[in-house]
């Protein structure tokens, strides 16, 4: 079993040898790499556009359960290009490989060797995302609920990104953002809080040690169910990496997948929100979205999709139940 370090490299030939042997990949890292950027400021939030034309196809993928129906699934190995290399990871039960469409100049999809729903609801899932985070530092790994981003979200995955590129991991490693009032709890390895990011309500997960991590998101996504009173997995996007000793776990929870203004031509928007625009990169497929596209806009963008003030006290106030009939 190789350890992380090596895991690491591992990862990083793989990335080397698929630009190097596979052209779709060549090209397509060599346009995120060259692609045209717009910085906005929400108050004190940085959000990042990127101009990426290679995004419409997901973008623009119809998402209902007969169109997924139809399409192959392309993170199982049958339907995948010979080109495409896999890493195995976590005893042969993931896959690492590099993302073939990507928005970040390392990019890599790191799924189920089974064909199996996305779901977060297996206690071990969040245990591999921790573990994952851990294993490749340079990255942050990132979810998408099967309802809120994932273009197949009948076959579990995560994504990792390229360290940096995400402005709000940097903004919510601040200890200035977490003073007391904000935290829900903690101890002396960690703590669970929440915040409001330009729209973005959100709870983060700070900890040294993996298995109170897993907890504190545990007990949050049956907070969350309470909250929503909905039996499934709650409407999320979470991000998750390492930075020293620390794991950190950011939970987005949702109320909506795409926006009302969806779509193509005058007033519209191509716009497909997942855990990266949480994460403050928005990749705009069409050149209309990313000249026009202004602070105002996604400042109401956040509010529409993101859950709204009163949403966010019922599942602290859920949360804090759940504690309180523990002890
Ligand atoms: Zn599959």
Known sequence: MPDNLSIARLVEELEQRQRREWPLVRSNYDA???AMVRDLWLGESLVV????????ASASASLDAASLAARPCFLC???QPVEQEALEWGGGEFKIQVNPYPIFSRHLTISLTE????SMANPHRVVDMLSLARDLPDYVLFYNGPLCGASAPHHFHFQAALKGVMPLCREVMNPAVWPDENQLEGTDDGFIGFSKREGRFLFMIKSTQPVQAALYFARLQVAMMQATGVAAEPMQNLLCWAEGDDLYLVVFPRRKHRPDCYGTGPGKLLVSPGSTEMGGLWALAERKDFDTITADVLRHLYDEICIDNHMAVRIIECF?????QKK
């Open 77 to 79: 190995r049958d339907h």
């Open 320 to 324: 804090q139940q759940e504690s309180f």
């Open 115 to 118: 064909h199996s729903p996305q």
């Open 32 to 34: 995120v790499d060259n």
């Open 49 to 56: 556009l990127q101009y990426n034309p290679q995004r419409r």
